[in-house]
């Protein structure tokens, strides 16, 4: 087949059997309508206006209350720093200027405490460098961050205030607005201030704690040990129907970021659980059932292996390839079940080895490639996820940037045994 | 004759010309990419609402197309990862997840379609911008931010798993 017969041919296929997908009179209307909504005009942004009541209201509070009168000045501020992401890239690679003045606002907000580096800040001797390199130490004692790179507005702004799930559901429809306004989310759902015309929080809650409980079978104490976050939202496709999602989210003990369980529930205005298509939530009983299903059936399905080595394949965060990754910087960024080998595991030299002997006794010597080591805290296969040990998986590529040959051994953090080991013909085992 | 120079037409022209000329094969691309109508839909109207704001920072560097599309495919990334990762049981497979909206209108999709649609999203990414958008490798490079070489293996390997052989293994 010559290239465009294959073009041809692609062309005909997908525009016969996307036939029904035609243009939409209204789009150049809708578009214009939600930047319009969002401040902007002719395709610039600009400065939002604040109406006078909320000004006074916001005046008020800064001048009588002194941890709120902070909090809302970071409010008042991250839209600065999203635009100056959106125009500059990430903080590591903005000019030292722009970085120092951050540095000076935070400092100035009241968020960091006077130290050496504060005072390099306003050194009138210091040179630029040395004030940017003060800078960057500041945003990383603040962010908690060991590499500049990381640095960016959403830690500084859980820094600040605290993780998104301990906060309420207006400062979450905030922060989705702030997020949304720079194109940065991109979910189907846009969240909203609840009103007291709304089905309150804490009955969607009550109600979807419910539906957990008989779609899953928990019982009340199992229940407690979960963090139900509620979020009231609309969506593009129904802008007019507000319903809830109340997530209920488990975290690995001493860890914000590993999301061992998370069951979502979608409560209308009316109080009744439904399934939302626009978000892609079904109903618990739905849900219950095919977590059930994926257990049992997980022998017919694709190897989970080759699927996660699939989805990894093309793989980037903040920028950055995965494969390229190290383990703390996986743990990091990727959080969920990526961690640090704790104590009593095998270190990392030693699981490549064992891995590439492994692999050389089945035939491949893969010394040419690329090694990329994963430390996984627990199984995400598995039925009963607190009873999984940690384990390594060591894989070998022949390119991190386009992946056409992945290995994989997995095994034990503990002893170094192997768990699996993993080839490019490798379908079910 | 008049000459219409740039700054004599808005960006409400220039960006309605846009939504006439890109908007059916955006919202097809979409939808290829998402396997379902309605997040196809967001997708698109996200497009073009991200490419109006940001009208004033295209500088031409690119073409206008491979701009585009660029936005549409970061979107539909965006939209797949973040609807799975916020809300979805994270032990499901996200390609296993199932269609939201039942697409009955549509034809039955012949076996290269639907095996485009059921490719990795990296494959199917070369594959749409290359076959469906006819644009060339070096605009997909700039357009995915990969290298221009990477392009090419990547629709060699796409061109591969869907069985398709081309003449002299050119691509």
């Known amino acids: 087949m010559t ?274 298509p626009d978000i892609g939530i079904d109903l618990p009983e739905s849900m219950a059932a095919y977590a ?76 040419s490639y690329a090694v990329s080591v994963w430390y996984k805290l627990y199984d995400r296969a598995a039925t009963d996820i607190s009873a999984s040990d940690p384990f390594y998986i060591v894989y070998f590529l022949d390119d991190t940037d386009s992946p056409e040959n992945v290995f994989s051994v997995t095994l034990d953090a503990a002893d170094g045994e192997i768990r699996d080991t993993f080839t490019p013909g490798t379908v079910n085992h | 004759m008049e000459v219409v120079r740039d700054r004599d037409i808005s960006h409400e022209e220039i960006f309605a010309r846009m939504v006439a000329q890109y908007e059916v094969s955006v919202l097809r691309t979409c939808y290829m990419y998402l396997r379902d109508r309605q997040l196809a839909e967001d997708a698109k109207q996200e497009t073009f609402l991200k490419a109006y704001r940001a009208l004033h920072t295209f500088r031409g560097e690119s073409n206008e197309k491979t701009w585009l599309m660029r936005i549409a495919i970061n979107t539909c990334r965006d939209m797949q990862r973040s609807a799975y990762f916020r809300f979805v049981d994270r032990r499901i497979p996200l390609d296993t997840l199932p269609l939201s909206v039942p697409d009955t209108d549509f034809g039955e999709a012949d076996d290269l379609t639907r095996a485009i649609m059921e490719l990795p999203a990296k494959y199917k990414e070369v594959i749409l911008l290359h076959f469906y958008q006819d644009m060339t490798f070096r605009e997909i490079a700039a357009a995915l931010h990969i290298a221009v070489p990477t392009v090419g293996k990547r629709i060699k390997a796409a061109c591969s798993k869907l069985g398709i052989i081309l003449e002299g293994g050119r691509v």
């Open chain 1, 292 to 367: 059930s299903d994926e257990n049992t059936d997980k022998a017919e399905t694709v190897n989970p292996k080759t699927a996660e080595v699939y989805s990894l394949y093309g793989s980037q965060v903040n920028g950055r390839n995965v494969w390229r990754l190290s383990m703390v910087e996986k743990a990091a960024m990727l959080g969920e079940d990526n961690g640090i080998p704790g104590e009593g595991a095998i270190d990392e030299a030693e699981a490549v080895r064992i891995a590439r002997n492994r692999l050389a006794s089945i035939g491949y010597d893969l010394d």
């Open chain 1, 3 to 276: 290239t465009e017969q294959l073009r041809k041919e692609i062309h005909t296929g997908i525009d016969r059997h996307c036939a029904p997908l035609t243009s939409d009179p209204y789009l150049m209307q809708k578009v214009l309508r939600a930047a319009n909504a969002k401040g902007e005009r002719g395709g610039r942004k600009t400065k939002k206006r604040i109406p006078l009541a909320l000004a006074l209201g916001i005046l008020l509070l800064c001048v009588t209350a002194g941890a709120g009168a902070a909090m809302l000045l970071w409010r008042d501020y991250v839209p600065q720093m999203k635009q100056e992401e959106h125009e500059l890239g990430d903080y590591a690679e903005w000019p030292d200027a722009q970085r120092i003045q951050l540095a000076k606002d935070i400092l100035a907000m009241g968020y960091l405490e006077d130290s050496e580096d504060t005072r390099i800040l306003s050194d009138e001797t210091a040179t630029e460098q040395e004030k940017a390199a003060a800078a960057d130490r500041l945003m990383l004692q603040l962010t908690g961050e060991d590499d500049v790179r990381e640095v960016h507005s959403t830690l500084i702004t859980y820094a600040i205030m605290g993780h998104e799930d301990t906060w309420t559901p207006a400062q979450r429809a905030w922060w989705n607005g702030i997020i949304t306004m720079y194109g940065d989310d991109g979910a189907p759902d846009t969240l909203i201030v609840p009103t007291e015309e709304d089905l309150p929080e804490e009955e969607a809650v009550r109600i979807a704690r419910a539906a957990v409980m008989e779609a899953y079978g928990f019982d009340e104490a199992y229940m407690d040990e979960l963090t139900p976050v509620a979020d009231l939202y609309v969506t593009d496709a129904r802008p007019d129907y507000k319903r809830w999602v109340v997530q209920f989210k488990k975290y690995r003990e001493g860890s914000d970021h590993y999301l061992e369980k998370n069951y979502s529930v979608v409560v209308d205005e009316n109080g009744e659980v439904i399934a939302d």
